[in-house]
């Protein structure tokens, strides 16, 4: 009897060895989402904190609540970054071509003092300042100095920034999609529905929206619906890391940015 059963056990297992397998393991699909130019309007911007997930703070540095807001979005467990307007946006803060690198380095710190807190940046506009190799080399050295990451909004395709940043190994990532170029609910789910899209095709995507009243109404209703999709909603330092600093196929090739 002993012996039958060892017998039959080593048949079932020498047919376990051999059998199909149950079916291809599903890839991960990751979603980051970034809210921009917060700091104008606490009810407004209230409703960003409330979206229910790790949703990314940006805060824009010449904004009345910067600080407050940046408070509030730490308290609430939310990464904050600074929102770092850059040419052509205007303003105190703002950072053009011309300007030396002294007042580049003054503007940079006054920035981090208005908005605490603060994990990363993002630029805020900076289609002509983010195409400055020397500027973008200097911002990502001092970066890795302080400590923070950053992401590039990608507003111009002759951006140099995430290429400068992945040249010193500094921690990065780049913005796939906008969700709310056009201020319509459809539009926007329409956008939503490509970051889903794309996270599912290359493993990832990072999404940037607005406070608009059409954004969050879309975010609100749609967010919780995620994870039935199959879909994986992770902090913005979480997507660093399963990028691990490679650009996408849009953004570069084999992993590096164009």
């Excluded at 009897?1 to 079916?23: D, K, Q």
């Excluded at 990751?30 to 309007?41: E, N, P, R, T, V």
């Excluded at 913005?175 to 599912?200: H, K, N």
């Amino acid at each position: 009897m002993g012996l039958r059963f060892i017998l039959v056990l080593l048949c079932c297992l020498a047919g376990a060895a051999h059998a199909e397998p149950a079916g291809p393991v599903p890839h991960k699909a990751y979603l980051s989402l970034i809210i921009d130019d917060l700091g104008q309007s606490l009810p407004r911007d209230r409703r960003v904190l409330a979206l229910p997930g790790p949703v990314t703070a940006a805060i824009m540095p010449d904004t009345p609540h910067a600080t407050e807001f940046a408070r509030e979005a730490h308290r609430a467990g939310k990464t904050v970054i600074l929102h770092m307007p850059m040419d052509p946006a205007t303003g105190p803060f703002a950072w053009h071509p011309e300007l030396p690198v002294e007042e580049l380095a003054r503007r940079l710190d006054a920035a981090f003092r208005q908005v605490p807190y603060t994990a990363g940046i993002n630029n805020h506009m900076g289609s002509r300042m983010t195409a400055q190799p020397a500027a973008m080399a200097w911002l990502m050295e001092e970066l890795q100095r302080r400590h923070k990451f950053f992401v590039d909004s990608r507003t111009s395709a002759q951006t140099v920034a995430a290429q400068q940043a992945q040249k010193i190994g500094l921690a990065s990532v780049s913005r796939d999609v906008f969700l709310d170029d056009e201020r319509t609910e459809a539009a926007i789910f329409t956008q939503l529905q490509t970051a889903i899209s794309l996270a599912r095709k290359q493993g990832s995507a990072v999404m940037i929206g607005h406070p608009y009243p059409q954004t969050l109404v879309v975010l609100e209703r749609e967010l919780p619906k995620l994870k039935a999709q199959g879909i994986e909603w992770i902090d913005i330092r979480q997507m660093i890391s399963v990028r691990g600093n490679r650009a996408t196929a849009a953004h570069g090739k084999d992993g590096v940015y164009r």
